[in-house]
């Protein structure tokens, strides 16, 4: 039976470098997925990537994370065209 990372969803293969997540672990990957307003969550013993790890706990790119969330919810204001107004006149 395979098993997947809980941060990124992909399968864990014997050659990628993987650890299974202590408590204070899990509480710090549980911490940065409410900062990223993310729905991951992991408990101790799940197995994830180092690699995903590494870069989802990584202040730096939590920092981008936000910014393009931040960017996504703002509405932009379209600009209107007359010409594609039903009731075109002069």
């Known amino acids: 039976m395979m098993t ?3 941060i990124c969803q992909q399968p864990l293969l014997e050659t990628e470098q993987t650890r299974a997540v202590g408590e204070r672990g899990a509480n710090n990957i549980n911490e940065k997925s409410e900062i990223r307003q993310s729905s991951i969550r992991v408990e101790k013993g799940d197995v994830v990537h180092i690699k ?3 870069n989802w ?3 730096d790119r939590i920092a981008v994370a936000v ?3 931040s960017t996504e919810s703002k509405t932009t204001d ?3 065209l007359r010409s594609s107004t039903p009731t075109f006149e002069f």
């Open 4 to 6: 997947e990372c809980k």
């Open 52 to 54: 995903c790890q590494q």
């Open 78 to 80: 379209t600009c209107r």
């Open 57 to 59: 706990i990584n202040k």
């Open 67 to 69: 910014k393009n969330l």
